[in-house]
């Protein structure tokens, strides 16, 4: 006959080990947010995140704008769309059946479809509508043995401040905005920011700015040098300081369905995508030790 005390130590035993096993770690989720269209957003997705897979991480694409053109850019046929993120945000698909791969490796992506410009007047009532994104993103890493954990979970966002891209934020750890060197970039930057605040204060309280990143610089234009310049004095040490210059290889890499960095890896464009995700990598490794403010 056992001993009591010997299989009371011998249960505490095995609920400690228990404890021990290790739990699918979630992602960082980084959403790429502007409302003002033509700024690099999509641009930045695809490549920061073919940087981010080149470098050795796991990275997943979030297409939430409809007009798919980060599933296009990434060489997604439209017919091959099987499930979209509009399918996984109104709860007729998980995120992971969604999830397809890509011609990079260790890069992934959850394309739209247009029926996500619809999704609004499908969802707007619904009492979770701005936590979808939130509610689908959760079970990502849950271990399937087929199928790797994600690092870096990128969310592109529409060029609008509308639920879709309410969900991005609400979902994310951290808001990444692209900025274009022109003249109204700052008066777009300060609305943005509201709305951050405003998703803070009301549905993620753990959102920060990531960074800024200055998009379409022409070094030969003092325009382009003067904004820069004032976005820096305004906003000091979040302002990465990569900077994405004007380069005729990044616009045309889209209409070959893949990323600068596939489409020509030393071209000017390829080069400042991987310094900005070196940069983004250090950045996270600064803020898991809280040097960032």
């Given amino acids: 006959m056992s001993d009591p005390a010997t299989t009371t130590a011998t249960a505490e035993t095995v609920i400690d080990w228990s404890k021990r096993i290790d739990k699918p770690k979630p992602p960082r989720v980084l959403a790429i947010a502007n409302q003002k269209g033509g700024v690099g957003k999509t641009t930045t997705a695809i490549n920061l995140g073919t940087a981010l897979a080149a470098i050795g991480e796991q990275v997943l694409i979030v297409d939430l704008d409809p007009q798919g053109n980060a599933s296009t850019g990434l060489g997604i046929d439209r017919r091959n769309r099987r499930h979209s993120t509009y399918d996984v945000l109104c709860g007729e698909a998980t995120l992971r059946e ?9 890069l992934s992506i959850a394309p739209s479809t247009l029926d996500l410009s619809g999704l609004e007047l499908q969802i707007g009532q619904e009492r979770d ?16 043995p087929d ?23 609400a979902a994310a750890n951290a808001i990444l905005v692209p900025l274009q060197c022109e003249f109204f970039a700052l008066e777009g930057l300060s609305q943005l920011l509201k709305t951050v605040d405003q998703v803070k204060e009301n549905l993620n309280p753990g959102l920060t700015i990531h960074g800024i990143v200055l998009t379409m610089h022409d070094a030969r234009n003092n325009l382009s040098n003067q904004v820069a310049a004032d976005v820096r004095q305004h906003m000091g040490s979040k302002v990465y300081e990569t900077m994405i210059p004007r380069n005729v290889r990044v616009s045309e890499a889209p209409s070959y369905g893949k990323p600068v960095l596939v489409y020509d890896l030393k071209c000017v464009g390829s080069e400042a995508y991987l310094r900005l995700a070196t940069e983004i990598i250090q950045r996270e490794k600064e803020l898991r030790a809280g040097r960032v403010d």
Avoid: E, H, I, K
Wanted: with cysteine.
């Fill in 147 to 169: 199928a790797p954990d994600f690092n870096y979970v990128l969310v592109d966002c529409p060029p609008s401040l509308n639920l879709l891209t309410v969900n991005a934020m």
């Fill in 129 to 144: 509508r701005a936590y979808r994104l939130r509610t689908a993103l959760a079970p990502l890493n849950a271990g399937q």
């Fill in 98 to 106: 969604a999830v397809l791969p890509t011609a990079v490796p260790r």
